[in-house]
């Protein structure tokens, strides 16, 4: 048996432990109490990253994002904790904005939220869409590009010159990750660039963020937190993570308990 091997599955093992447990490691205390150096812990961090167990962030890792699952059965999960979320959100709204809706099931609930006064409505995800044709007050425009299967979204070069023309009055962003130190992250490069883009030209950049998603990053950068103007949390989101966002300058809003 190789010992070498078997103390850096041991390491490992812990470090995920460790991710599980306190959502979040930093590399230093990981090398204080494993009695390792500095350098041998980012090895391992840079492995755990690698085999897709931990994102890798400044100073340490956090664990990843959930998996992202078809739409379809997105819009199946935690419809009424979405929609709590969705009524805060859109309490931002008022006649006469132009708004830039995201692909994506809560975003897809805050269409449903959405006040019945005159809006504009502006998306790049034909089910958000295929919801806000019904709703007679609002003037849609649609987004073109490739259609990106896994999240729904239309993507690439068409849909990045359309976002460079637009200034929407508040963006209505999706993310898979969230975290006050990675930012808010995505599994898509190109659904990140494309995020990014519509985010510099927009006035209010707001996420709803279902609490799973809270603490966690995905592979790609959207943007980091201090360019988030509000984020709309459950009503238990960890305090401590939230505050890490209210440093930041960021505007938080909280969903109601039920």
Same mark, same amino acid.
């Given at each position: ?45 840079r492995d755990l990253a690698a085999a897709g167990l931990c994102k890798r962030v400044y100073g340490g890792a956090l664990p ?28 931002? +709204? ?5 708004? #830039? ?32 044709? +019904? ?58 660039? #494309? ?18 998603? #809270?603490?966690?990053?995905?592979? #790609? ?38």
């Amino acid at each position: 048996m190789n010992t070498a091997n078997l103390l850096l599955k041991e390491r490992h093992a812990l470090i995920q432990q460790r991710l599980l447990a306190d959502g979040r490691v930093l590399a230093p205390d990981l090398a204080q109490q494993l009695n390792v150096s500095e350098d041998t812990i980012r090895r391992d961090l840079r492995d755990l990253a690698a085999a897709g167990l931990c994102k890798r962030v400044y100073g340490g890792a956090l664990p990843l994002a959930p998996a992202t699952a078809p739409l379809a059965e997105r819009r199946t999960q935690a419809p009424q904790r979405k929609a709590r979320l969705a009524r805060a959100a859109v309490t931002l +709204v008022n006649a006469g904005n132009v708004l #830039f809706i995201d692909a994506g099931s809560t975003n897809l609930a805050i269409v449903e939220a959405l006040p019945p006064v005159p809006l504009t409505v502006i998306t790049n995800a034909a089910t958000i869409a295929l919801a806000l044709l +019904v709703q007679p007050h609002i003037e849609l425009i649609m987004v073109g590009g490739r259609v990106d299967a896994r999240s729904g979204a239309n993507l690439g070069a068409t849909a990045l010159r359309d976002a460079e023309r637009m200034r929407p009055d508040i963006f209505f962003l999706g993310a898979c990750g969230i975290d006050a130190d990675a930012g808010l992250t995505c599994f898509n490069y190109e659904e990140a660039e #494309f995020k990014r883009s519509l985010a510099a030209v927009s006035r209010t950049v707001l996420v709803a963020a279902t609490k799973e998603k #809270f603490g966690t990053a995905a592979p #790609f950068t959207v943007l980091p937190a201090a360019h988030l103007t509000h984020l709309v949390l459950e009503h238990d989101a960890d305090r401590d993570q939230a505050a890490g966002f209210d440093r930041q300058g960021v505007q938080l809003l909280y969903a109601n308990s039920r």
